[in-house]
């Protein structure tokens, strides 16, 4: 054999073996394979090229993306000319500057880097190598991904789709299970999104049952997460917290310190949905100081977010406003529709707090009523019926503090046939007790009466009971205490 074809030989070795040690997650040995593939191959900036992409795809995974990008930056000028494989690397790295820029939640430069990579391989002759384009249709395949990643933030949940089937559609054809796993993730990111549980929960198993097949752990690892979203959303915090701790674990295995600050992240909100806030908070903290280190933009936006809502629990009014005006920077700046949503709900609420404190003029009730008002229009709009759901609740405690309590009936209403649709236990609870207390102080003749008042209250704590928060059946249980006392 001649030297040439044995040094060949070797290089694809390395290459294949640093892809194998990414699959099972020991990014850190598949980072050091590739910077041998890079010393080893000098002479060929292509094999260089590929090999230090390859090393920015571990750092990515990691969520180390400045030292990504800047591995990526300076690429182009290191691949072969005019070459077909040339222009092919040269759309690669486009892509993978896109994906990293879409994790650092910087949108535009995302959306522009990846179509700049989509218009050269489009460019490239269709009657290339078989070899070859299948590399072609699997990049098309990753850039439809991000860009579908890209709609779904933006709110665009119908183009969202489009893209992740025709992603689908490619990797299916070139029986890529890891990318048809990962793409059956992010379509069931979007059926939670839109509170259509039972379709989340199928695609999610069909992500674990790949990544076990083939051993991802990373994927795994985001699968089981994304399965304890459904479940706290559906009001099961004992089998979320077993989800996310699942979740912490495997990827502080891999290193993964992306995939750490998300499971930390998720926790905090279980434990802020059964009232434990000082967990929470901790496990929210440690997901923003992630984000923040590894320049994680779109996650400490909603780590402040997070942080916001569970400061907004315990009345905290000073530190809700903080983290809520920095969450509000983030998505306002990223084009984030669909958080913003959640980012006005907040602002409502703080409102809220201060019609509460005393504190609220009438100008700021009417632009607390405003921002429901916004949220309810975008939640419309992108059909989220969690979010609608979340929307009709918050007008509901709006108009009770106004003492609106004709409007405040329409929206309970509402949300309770919402949620009891969604099968979102805790916020179906949630409504029934603050309409129960709305119903007792409701003083009219068109009042429904003391029947519909025990029976909400009823309802509530039976739930409350189920999901195991003693602070809230305490809560039931004074109001049901006071009533029969004046009774």
Not at 133 to 139: L, S, T
Not at 187 to 199: C, R, V
Not at 270 to 282: F, G, L, V
Request: net charge positive; glycine share 8%.
């Amino acid at each position: 054999m001649k030297v040439d074809a044995r040094r060949d030989l070797l290089l694809r070795a390395l290459e294949g073996k640093g892809a194998v040690l990414m699959l099972i997650g020991k990014f850190d040995a598949a980072a050091s394979l590739y910077h041998q593939l890079a010393n080893k191959g000098q002479d060929n900036p292509l094999i260089v090229a590929r090999a230090e992409r390859s090393i920015a795809d571990v750092y990515l995974k990691q969520g180390k993306y400045d030292e990504a990008l800047k591995i990526l930056e300076g690429k182009k000028e290191n691949i072969i000319g005019d070459s077909e494989s040339g222009a092919i690397e040269k759309a690669l790295i486009h892509i993978s500057k896109g994906g990293v820029y879409r994790y650092k939640g910087e949108l535009r430069k995302a959306t522009k880097e990846i179509n700049n990579g989509l218009k050269i391989l489009s460019f490239i002759h269709k009657e290339t190598k078989l070899k070859k384009r299948f590399i072609i249709k699997k990049a098309q395949a990753t850039a439809f991904n991000n860009l579908a990643s890209i709609s779904l933030l933006k709110g665009n949940y119908k183009k969202a789709i489009k893209l992740y089937n025709k992603s689908l559609k490619i990797i299916k054809d070139l029986n890529e299970k890891q990318a048809i796993g990962t793409t059956n993730g992010n379509l069931g990111l979007i059926f939670l999104d839109k509170g259509e549980y039972s379709k989340a929960i199928n695609l999610f198993m069909n992500h674990i049952k790949i990544s076990k097949m083939i051993g991802d752990k990373r994927g795994l690892s985001l699968a089981i997460g994304n399965l304890g979203l459904v479940y706290e959303n559906m009001g099961n915090y004992n089998k979320a917290i077993g989800l996310f701790t699942r979740y912490l674990k495997i990827a502080q295995e891999l290193g993964d310190e992306r995939g750490i600050g998300t499971a930390c992240g998720n926790l905090g909100l279980a434990y802020r949905d059964k009232q434990q806030y000082s967990e929470a908070i901790k496990f929210l903290l440690k997901d923003l100081v992630i984000s923040e280190k590894i320049g994680d933009r779109y996650g400490s936006g909603i780590s402040c977010l997070n942080l916001a809502f569970a400061y907004l629990e315990k009345d905290s009014f000073n530190d809700a406003k903080k983290y809520l005006f920095r969450s509000f920077k983030i998505f306002k700046n990223m084009g984030d529709t669909f958080d913003m949503i959640y980012v006005n709900l907040g602002l409502a609420l703080l409102g809220l707090l201060k019609i509460k404190m005393g504190t609220a003029s009438r100008l700021s009730i009417g632009k607390t009523l405003k921002f429901i008002k916004n949220a309810l229009k975008t939640a419309k709009e992108m059909n989220s019926k969690t979010a609608i759901a979340d929307c009709y609740f918050i007008f509901a405690k709006a108009y009770v503090a106004i003492s609106n309590f004709k409007n405040a009936q329409i929206y309970f209403k509402k949300a309770i046939k919402y949620f009891n649709n969604l099968k979102s236990k805790r916020m179906l609870a949630d409504s029934y007790f603050e309409y129960a207390k709305m119903l007792k102080n409701w003083e009219s003749p068109r009042l429904e009466g003391t029947r519909k008042f025990e029976q909400n209250l009823k309802r509530a704590l039976k739930i409350y009971n189920e999901l195991s928060l003693p602070q809230k059946i305490k809560e039931v249980k004074k109001v049901m205490e006071q009533n029969f006392a004046n009774d």
